[in-house]
């Protein structure tokens, strides 16, 4: 009940007291000081780390301790005050306005930054009169310069966004701080991450490097940054190896890991987003274990410190790339810089410690002098001193605070209206400076363009910066290209005609590849359980080429067209049919003339005995017709030959069809002749008078019309016609005729196969007729070879491939004539040439006096 009691007595006298603002805790003196008009705040780490103290809790805490004197962000401080100074000396800009200004040492903490950050929005002396003063006051700067990483300005830009105060820095790089629903009062003059982290990865595309490594600074910076790289490699088709991420003030079994997988790694390209304090430890590192010949791309953040190249003392770096805020020049800030005189300073304290650490002596009244240092004047002479602080590589980073300073300057002469004076009565607030320093657009006395987009962001451009190392062991930053994200995407990165060094001062370009580029006539195909980037190159397959590198997919020729022997191109099918040209082609075509020769032969041996017995014995009228049908048979077969055409095609198998009916037709009427001769020698028989020479001669053009009908309505119907026959051979066009309608070709044949057999069947039936010269047995075995021709022509020509399937048509067309001529009439010729005793009709016709 009585801590009730006392909660109650409290509250009643907190409501009936006017509200009041009181200040907790001591307050935050800046480091560096100076009264004006108006003032303007910064924040930076003086100091790069702080001594670690354990809080009981019980006590109040003692204030930070910080240590490691940081030269680098004194001289953007003295950046600041160059501006500053610069500004309050102009007639142009703010005439009869000073600007004055608190900035603070931070020490690299982030809570200290935040606590500095309030101290620069509220005030930070202690009230006479606490209860008298008002809980809403102005705040006491106008804008804050800082910070320089950016995860400390990603907390103070919380803190301070509510109340609207400006804060610009000049080395905040992360694509995260251009959120404006975050962060609505940061601003930088540095580009983003955004940018940058594109422009990495486009760099590294353009080099050929698909398989690298990545390490990033445990932070904001770092985190971020790879993070989009990341995502712009992937889709550059960039594959990460592996990507670490690591703090400086981690343990060194951490470290240690990572130079482990450094080691383990076959990737030769290591690309960057670190710190220039975390690059300093890896380096270090490396350097233990004699790591060296790996291809370093960096970030602006180490690539052109000359810090870092000293500390580089293996040249674990020599040959890095990457890419670097393009270079500047302020006319008198380096002689404002090095003017830097602590006993003269209003800040001795700061100023002191800097000088000590400068040149390694104490002064009088440092607490922590010790006896084996020698004493400091304040008049040591800063020309002979090898220190970063004497470095101005970093102009550029300088001229960012520098154009900070002015854009807070230029919104302030457009506010207060100042022409040649300027307006005192405009009330100042944060708000109103915030929305004109993101309008403001300006030109630097150096002539360069100041301005900010919709995010609080400068236009990105970079240098391309090469380490090449000199003949005395020093690095020199070379530009080697210029990166503009302003330009179309194809015109972004432009390397210049300049040598470039690579790791181990090697010339030329270091190869970073999981796999090697598939070569044109391949395909890649992913290994398993690998990244993108990691493939086998198969071989296409016959009829399929790649004719550019790293085809995922091979392409399948035209029909027409076949694979070369490489597979990455295309030729036109060689076209295939029987030539006359080549040897079979010639073959035949002898055998068909030889055959021709042979027949016009016989028909003069004929024509010449004509009025002999055995020419007249069987109707020589037939063997003359038969013979010109012969004739037309050898001639027929050189239709086949040669390539394929519209009237070839047609001609060569209605031509055959037709010759080899009238043919057979002939071959039958003789066959006919026979019989009807035995017929008509019996007694009382008168079957001559019905098929006689007249008879003969119109069952010839019978037989023969009928398959003219038939070639007739074949080629009408569907007629025979050239055609390329892409499916026999895979690398070859068959030129053949197609044969249009089935039915009308095997019609074709399937009627001369039936005169055929009727013929054999007739002849078969006459071979026992009593003649000293039966001409039934000739016929008989001459249709005996004929069908036994033409039985095994179907199956070869179903089997045969391409061209050789009229090879055996022609074969066929070949063997059957010459089957009939030397079936029927050579034994004819043999009696007429070397028997002419036996050429006699009582020979022809009688079989000898009976016994």
Not at 786 to 813: D, L, M, N, Q, R
Request: charged content about 15%; some cysteine.
């Amino acid at each position: 009940i009585v801590p009730l009691l006392y909660l109650l007595l409290v509250a009643s006298f907190s409501q009936a007291e006017e509200p009041v603002c009181r200040q907790r805790g001591d307050p935050e003196n800046p480091q560096l000081f100076k009264n004006g008009d108006i003032m303007l705040g910064g924040i930076f780490s003086f100091h790069s780390s702080w001594i670690n103290r354990q809080d009981t809790y019980r006590h109040k805490p003692l204030p930070l301790e910080c240590t490691s004197f940081n030269f680098r962000d004194l001289q953007y401080a003295q950046a600041m005050l160059f501006a500053i100074e610069e500004i309050n000396n102009s007639t142009d800009i703010l005439p009869g306005i000073s600007l004055g200004y608190k900035i603070y040492d931070v020490c690299g903490s982030i809570a200290r930054s935040v606590r500095v950050a309030l101290a620069l929005a509220n005030g930070n002396q202690i009230l006479s009169a606490p209860f008298e003063a008002p809980c809403t006051r102005p705040a006491q700067v106008q804008a804050i310069m800082g910070e320089t990483s950016s995860s400390p300005c990603m907390a103070v830009a919380t803190v301070i966004g509510p109340f609207h105060i400006p804060m610009i820095s000049h080395f905040a790089t992360c694509a995260c701080l251009s959120d404006k629903i975050k962060y609505p009062s940061f601003l930088r003059t540095i580009p983003s991450d955004y940018y940058q982290s594109r422009a990495l990865a486009q760099l590294v595309w353009h080099f050929g490097w698909t398989w690298v490594g990545a390490i990033r600074s445990n932070e904001d910076y770092g985190n971020n940054g790879m993070a989009i790289f990341t995502e712009t490699a992937q889709h550059l088709g960039i594959c990460l190896e592996y990507s670490v991420s690591f703090f400086r003030t981690d343990p060194p079994d951490k470290i240690q890991k990572i130079i482990d997988i450094i080691k383990a790694s076959t990737s030769k390209v290591i690309v960057t987003f670190l710190s220039h304090m975390d690059i300093d430890i890896i380096i270090s590192e490396m350097s233990n274990h004699n790591l060296t010949g790996y291809q370093w791309v960096g970030t602006e953040a180490w690539i052109s410190d000359s810090h870092t190249a000293v500390m580089d003392k293996n040249h674990i770096l020599d040959g890095a790339i990457g890419l670097s805020i393009p270079k500047a020049h302020v006319s008198g800030m380096r002689e404002f810089m090095l003017d830097v005189k602590p006993l003269n300073s209003s800040s001795n304290e700061m100023f002191s410690e800097f000088w000590e650490t400068l040149f390694s002596c104490k002064f009088k009244q440092s607490k922590s002098s010790a006896g084996n240092q020698r004493e400091c004047t304040g008049h040591e002479d800063l020309t002979g001193v090898q220190n970063s602080f004497i470095d101005m590589s970093l102009m550029p980073i300088f001229y960012n605070v520098y154009k900070g300073v002015y854009a807070v300057a230029h919104a302030l002469h457009n506010i207060l209206s100042c022409n040649k004076t300027c307006n005192n009565k405009v009330q100042l607030d944060p708000f109103t400076i915030l929305q004109h320093i993101k309008m403001i657009q300006f030109k630097t006395k150096e002539g360069d363009e100041v301005y900010f987009n919709e995010n609080g962001d400068p236009a990105a451009k970079y240098e391309i910066i090469n380490w090449q190392p000199t003949e005395h062991g020093i690095v020199d930053f070379v530009t080697v290209g210029l990166y503009d994200a302003s330009l179309p995407a194809d015109k972004q990165l432009n390397l210049q005609n300049k040598s470039v060094i690579w790791a181990q001062n090697s010339q030329q370009v270091p190869l970073s590849v999981c796999s090697e580029k598939c070569p044109p006539g391949t395909r890649k195909v992913l290994q398993k359980g690998k990244p993108v980037c990691c493939y086998d190159c198969l071989t296409c397959a016959e009829g399929e080429i790649s004719n550019i590198t790293d085809s995922i997919t091979c392409v399948r020729c035209h029909p027409e067209f076949w694979s070369n022997e490489r597979r990455d191109a295309c030729v036109k099918k060689e076209a295939e049919f029987l030539s006359y040209e080549e040897i079979m082609g010639s073959l035949l075509t002898a055998a068909s003339l030889v055959g021709t020769c042979i027949t016009a032969v016989v028909a003069f041996i004929f024509f010449r005995y004509r009025k002999t017995p055995i020419v007249r014995a069987n109707n020589s009228e037939l063997s003359f017709l038969l013979l010109f049908a012969l004739t037309l048979c050898f001639l027929c077969s050189l239709t086949f030959i040669g390539r394929p055409s519209e009237w070839s095609c047609m001609l060569r198998h209605t031509a055959f069809g037709i010759t080899f009916v009238l043919c057979i037709s002939c071959v039958l009427g003789k066959t006919i002749v026979v019989l009807m001769a035995f017929r008509a020698t019996l007694p009382g028989s008168n079957v001559m008078k019905w098929f006689g020479p007249a008879q003969q001669k119109l069952s010839v053009v019978g037989f023969t019309v009928i398959q003219v009908i038939i070639c007739i309505l074949w080629l009408t119907i569907s007629p025979p016609f050239p055609f390329k026959n892409l499916k026999i051979f895979k690398d070859k066009i068959i030129l053949e005729c197609a044969l249009g309608s089935a039915v009308g070709f095997w019609a074709v044949l399937g009627y001369i196969g039936l005169l055929a057999m009727l013929c054999f069947i007739l002849a078969f039936l006459a071979r026992k007729l009593p003649d000293n010269f039966n001409e039934a047995k000739f016929i008989t075995f001459s249709m005996l070879i004929f069908c036994a021709v033409w039985i095994t022509f179907i199956p070869a020509y179903v089997s045969s491939p391409g061209k050789f399937s009229v090879a055996v048509e022609i074969f066929a067309i070949l063997a059957s004539s010459f089957g009939l001529l030397f079936c029927i009439f050579i034994p004819k010729c043999y009696i007429i040439l070397l028997k002419p005793e036996k050429n006699t009709k009582k020979n022809i016709m009688g079989k000898g006096v009976p016994k």
